[in-house]
């Protein structure tokens, strides 16, 4: 028979991803982070384990979102939060409006227009 492994008991993150990016200035050891996010969507928020464990994401918005990392045996957990900040350079067709403001005035059938 081959030889039994130990199950980690290491609960950590390599990476945090927001949309697809990996966020700026990750440090596995820190555990809050502000993140700017387009205001009008949710963002997608991916954790990848570092050693073999389980994540799970919180996501709502606005707000914070909580990524929860356990570790591989199960006896330990943290978890990391992002403090979610309306970043109004963003559009909700994922261009940016290249240095001009755009004010939210989150009013109802009320049409904004960027121009050039």
């Not at 555990?31 to 969507?41: H, L």
Request: aromatic share 4%; hydrophobic share 30%; net charge neutral.
């Amino acid at each position: 028979m081959g030889d039994l492994v130990a199950q980690s008991n290491v609960a950590s993150l390599s990476s945090i991803d927001v949309n697809g990016k990996p966020l700026a200035g990750f440090d596995p050891s820190t555990t809050s982070y502000s993140v700017g996010v387009n205001p009008t969507r949710v963002p997608l928020i991916t954790g990848t384990a570092a050693s073999n464990g389980s994540v799970s994401v919180q996501t709502p918005m606005p707000g914070t979102a909580t990524v929860t990392v356990t570790s591989e045996d199960g006896s330990t957990t943290k978890t990391y939060t992002l403090s979610l900040v309306p970043d109004t350079t963003q559009t909700s067709n994922g261009r940016g409006l290249e240095g001009r403001e755009l004010a939210l005035g989150f009013q109802r059938n009320k049409e904004v227009t960027v121009s050039k």
